[in-house]
């Protein structure tokens, strides 16, 4: 039979460009997910064959399948007799290492064989002298023997390419198996170096999610019955009012009051109700995709008297995970894919030791008064041979300042603020509304007692004084008829002439009412003249423009007029939270209201000069008065010297900075008794 020769010339080039593929494949770093049905595939298409299977070796030199196409389906039946002849001649063959072809239907008295009707072309897999499995091929029978030994060379060739994928795998399994150790090694050196419970839980939140590779890792403490969350994984502080805290430390709390873990891949069928809510309500703010809950119970120690325990006893690794529940270690997959028998190994690993690590800490921090032994332990430094010579001129030096600040006494003063006054000063009141007209004197002008200040004007005065003089003279017109009436008496009947007499005596109380209503609207005019109740001088600034034209209301300070050739006196106003040491002072020195006290006080314009002045206890105001600044002061009135003053010419309102004497008291009270009284305030 001829055969078309472009027709093998295509066909040689596809079976190359299969070939290639697989040498491509081989060198890529696909996964065993994706390596194997691309290589099976090529090799049957490349050898025309009906199907073919993968095989390899595990730890227990076992051939597993792991990835077929269009086998037998006698031979991959379990406890069948034809599958177990054929496990029989693979398992030969992957032991042995040598590929070998087997004709359909045969087989050896010991029970190994092909039970199939197909040729099969097993190729061995192996390299660097170990065995690792074998590829079947299975093809069709009735072709010629060289054409069937071209199908066990091609194959062996293949089986060259996917034994360097299966190299490199295993080499790539072996280093990421390496990392994972040192990774490991390194969690454990990081969660054992502190015996802070609070650290000791970060390292295993923050170092747990680097090894396990997902996306978030918290430790939650148990206190009680409840849970708390103690650490959050690339989080350097928990807002415990939260929602998403409250709802992690409800669900730890009911996953450790039942004692067993929780592996949550989406499907909550056969969890509890009580657990089924409180993850359901954690999942819808947390968004984790798998979470794993795993309560934290204290290992369980054997102790007895063999010599190789340690102190603290043997762990007993049978029981190591059946102690008291001291917690909950939280593993969420958000956004990471890892597998789940991967997922779970490593959070065994992160179990094992952060538990012990955690156990360790909670135990050591519940040692009795174990902060302060950790501070003097710290401190221990300070007391060694090199330090200790500086230690003790420290000490020294503080206990010599503490016993100066005790015994050597100090003056103790009261600041307070003041301001200076006149002695006698006037503030001028509107008494009445009215409008200013006329504004006779201004700033620094002197005046007399009694001279008109400013001028107001009352439009409805105005209006009532003409409305009520003119009542008058309508009564008196009526009076005027009434008298002339009157004048006819002889030819009056008795009645009429006791009514005329009786309107007429009417009308008189009637005129002596308006006249006293105008009286009292003029006395009301004559008050628009505001005079000056005192001799002395304007002091009120800018006082025409401040007022000129202006509507008034009665009780407004208009102006002030003050008596600058008498004597200035200081007022001063003293916080109502010092007036307590004052009162103390007064009550141990039994001072009466007749008694004085010492002022030293300064100027805000000469703050270089001090002055003295006196205080009359009698003067000390018996209320508290509401103030801006200080909320409440107690006012007080002091003489100061007036020869001094009278040399420094202040001016009236001149603000000053008082110190009140209240005897003598220890430096540490005089310079930190508002420190110590601020604490008793808002901590004591």
Not at 26 to 50: N, Q, V
Not at 510 to 531: S, T, W
Request: aromatic share 6%.
């Amino acid at each position: 039979m001829s055969v078309n020769q472009q027709t093998v010339e295509d066909t040689k080039a596809q079976i190359r460009g299969l070939v290639n593929e697989i040498a491509q494949l081989s060198k890529s770093g696909a996964t065993a997910e994706e390596f194997y049905p691309e290589l099976l595939s090529r090799i049957i298409t490349a050898l025309a064959a009906a199907g073919g299977a993968i095989w390899l070796l595990d730890e227990d030199r076992q051939l597993n399948l792991q990835y077929q196409i269009n086998a037998e389906p006698s031979i991959l039946e379990d406890d069948s007799e034809d599958a177990t002849r054929h496990t029989r001649l693979i398992q030969r063959v992957a032991n042995t290492g040598q590929s070998i072809l087997v004709p359909p239907h045969s087989g050896t008295t010991d029970g190994e064989g092909n039970p199939t009707g197909f040729l099969l072309c097993l190729g061995a897999l192996q390299h660097d002298g170990q065995n690792d499995g074998l590829i079947e091929i299975f093809q069709r029978p009735g072709t010629a023997p060289d054409t069937q030994r071209g199908y066990l060379r091609f194959l062996q060739q293949m089986c060259e390419l996917a034994a360097e994928w299966l190299r490199s795998q295993k080499l790539r399994t072996l280093g990421d198996r390496q990392t994972l150790w040192q990774q490991a090694d390194s969690f454990a050196r990081a969660t054992h170096e502190s015996l802070d419970l609070k650290e000791t839980s970060y390292i295993v939140a923050n170092e747990g999610r680097r090894l396990i590779g997902c996306d978030r890792v918290s430790v939650a403490i148990k206190k009680g019955r409840k849970c708390k969350v103690q650490a959050i994984s690339g989080q350097d502080t928990i807002e415990n009012r939260s929602n998403i805290v409250t709802a992690l430390n409800n669900l730890a709390t009911r996953v450790v009051a039942a004692g067993e873990p929780l592996w949550h891949d989406g499907a909550t069928e056969d969890l509890p109700p009580q657990i089924e809510e409180a993850l359901e309500d954690y999942v819808d703010q947390s968004y984790g995709r798998n979470i794993a809950v795993l309560p934290l119970r204290e290992p369980e120690r054997r102790l007895g008297v063999d010599n190789e325990s340690g102190a603290a006893g043997e762990i007993d690794r049978d029981n190591a995970h059946r102690g008291e529940v001291i917690g909950a270690l939280i593993v969420e997959q958000i956004e990471s894919d890892i597998p789940e028998d991967v997922f779970r190994a490593r959070c065994d690993l992160v179990y094992e030791h952060g538990t012990r690590a955690i156990a360790n800490s909670r135990a050591h921090s519940n040692l009795f008064l174990m902060p302060l032994w950790r501070a003097l332990g710290r401190a221990s430094w300070v007391l060694r041979a090199r330090t200790l010579p500086k230690t003790i001129g420290v000490v020294g030096l503080l206990l010599t300042v503490v016993l100066g600040l005790t015994f050597i006494k100090k003056d103790f003063n009261l600041e307070a603020e003041g301001t200076l006054v006149p002695s006698e000063k006037r503030e001028i009141f509107a008494p009445i509304d009215g409008e200013v007209i006329a504004v006779n004197f201004d700033h620094d002008d002197a005046v007399k007692q009694n001279d008109v200040l400013i001028e107001l004007r009352n439009r409805d005065i105005e209006i009532q004084i003409a409305d009520i003089e003119g009542q008058i003279q309508t009564n008196l017109a009526e009076q005027a008829k009434v008298q002339g009436q009157l004048s006819r008496r002889q030819l009056l009947k008795p009645s009429e002439l006791r009514s005329l007499q009786a309107e007429k005596n009417e009308l008189q109380a009637k005129d002596m009412v308006l006249q006293r209503k105008l009286q009292l609207q003029k006395d009301r005019k004559a008050e628009l003249m505001i005079r000056s109740p005192i001799a002395g001088t304007v002091v009120s600034w800018d006082v025409e423009k401040n007022l000129r034209l202006r509507p008034i209301m009665t009780g407004q300070v208009l102006m002030e007029v003050a008596d600058l050739e008498k004597n200035l006196v200081l007022e001063v106003e003293l916080p109502e939270k010092r007036e307590g040491h004052l009162d103390e002072y007064i009550a141990q020195q039994g001072l009466s209201d007749d008694d004085q006290l010492s002022v030293t006080y300064i100027l805000a314009t000469d703050p270089d000069e001090p002055m003295d002045a006196k205080l009359l206890i009698d003067s000390i105001s018996k209320r508290a008065d509401a103030h801006e600044e200080h909320g409440a002061v107690i006012k007080m009135q002091a003489d100061p010297d007036q020869a001094t003053l009278r040399g420094l010419q202040p001016r009236p309102g001149a603000k000053v900075i008082a110190k009140i004497y209240c005897g003598r008291r220890s430096c540490g009270f005089v310079f930190f008794h508002e420190i110590y009284e601020w604490c008793h305030k808002f901590f004591f």
